[in-house]
């Protein structure tokens, strides 16, 4: 038999349209949450074959996420000058998002890639997301300040005016990176987002932080969100939030020393959308009510509210916090780990203008007690309660949008059936109804965590008839519904 003097070209890598090849390059380098190990794939992938090379290196938008990391453990800074400039090139003009990072604090007498350091400071104003480990690039700037004798560092920062977002860990920064970041907003004008994140467990925002911002003159009137996925100290409240009279959104955390006496509430104007999210830890033993927070704010011109975190619910803190201001929240996202179905209730008891009520469990998945988050029958059966002196529904009475998902009612029959009972009525009396309340609409989500057992299937029923009738329905995933329909259901078109 002879023998193949090469290798037969493959047909799909002939044959598949580049903008097909460039899609999915685009899904490797978007993989990881770590820009790095997605950069390296489209590298990789680029050397495969001449095709690929060609979409890779035609492509700038996959060469967007720039990483500048220090390496303990090889001594080094990752990537070289030479690497670094390629990912620069291949770029193009595009915008970036790029990020200094370390896993452990570099030394001033570990020799380090200058080149490297000076042609990522010098590209900076290119960020359109800039992520800064405040300790890495401090340590980083200051070994680069004993290599130049002068200013060199600072003059090589130009004004981001592409940067929308700018993004900092919890620490402290040298003199020298504080020059060099805040060459960076001088002037930032497209900038809006301000973010703070913990690097290490026990980073959080402090009187140091924003003592630093405003000693540089950062933009604080344009910033329209604000992102605290890290703590933030009770002087730290104080100096940061009035100095933003433009902000629209905000992520808020614990509050570090919370034991400190509530002065006074700072006024938020025009503050329409607040979460309260983030890790769960604290920084000496178990953590506050992450709720405490709101003790400290006013929010008149509230209309969202999200509450997702693993911590209990405090009733004291949400009374506090809606008596300051007359605050019309029309979507709630209630996602408290350790609530009660009467917690709950309380709290759906305070917001009478509510129209959307997000019932879906994200911060559950985080703790290993599965039963940390179910819906009983309790809160079913109170949504179902009716006011005949009003003529409305005694909880959420405006109530026009439930979205739940499916495996956080209690795996209890009479907890689904009220469930069903209480959309059916809820869309019976909407159905006759006038005005915004007039349609009911359900989003059914993780219904496929269920399985098909016939329990599920009795009441998945109930909800498909009520949909084929009228109501605003849509279950997720619809591939479970569609695989459970074939031997189970009767033919989804006849039912829809």
Known sequence: MARKTKLSTNWVIRFVPNDVWRCIFHVISESSGHATPGILGVLRASHVCSSWRNVTENAPELWTN????????RKSIFPNVKLLSLFLSRSGNLPLTMEVTARKRPTSKE???VDALELFVGTMHRAKVLKVEIDALSNLCDYMEDIHSDDALVARVKPGLLLEKLEMSGGYESETSSAALANLWHPAPSMRTLAFYAFRADDFVGGANCY????EEFPFQQITSLELTCPISHEGIYDLLPALPSLQSAILNYIHDVNKTVQRAVELQKLQTLSLAGPSYALDGEPPSMMKILEFISTPALTTLQLSFVGEWSSDSFKSFL??????IKKLHLDITEATDDERIDCLMMLPSLLTLDLTSKASLLTDDTESYLLEEDIMRAMTEWDDSRDQFVLCPHLVKLIIDYDTLDDTTTTRTAFVDMVESRWRRSSSGKGENRHFELVL?????????????SELMRLLLLRKAGLNLTIEPLTWLERLAGPTLPALDNIY
Request: glycine share 6%.
């Open 66 to 73: 720039v990483v500048l990391e220090y390496c303990r453990r």
């Open 111 to 113: 020799p380090l890639d």
């Open 212 to 215: 630093f911002l405003l000693s």
């Open 323 to 328: 008596s300051r201001a007359p605050t019309q």
């Open 445 to 457: 989500k993780r219904a496929g965590h269920l399985g098909d057992s016939p329990k599920t299937i």
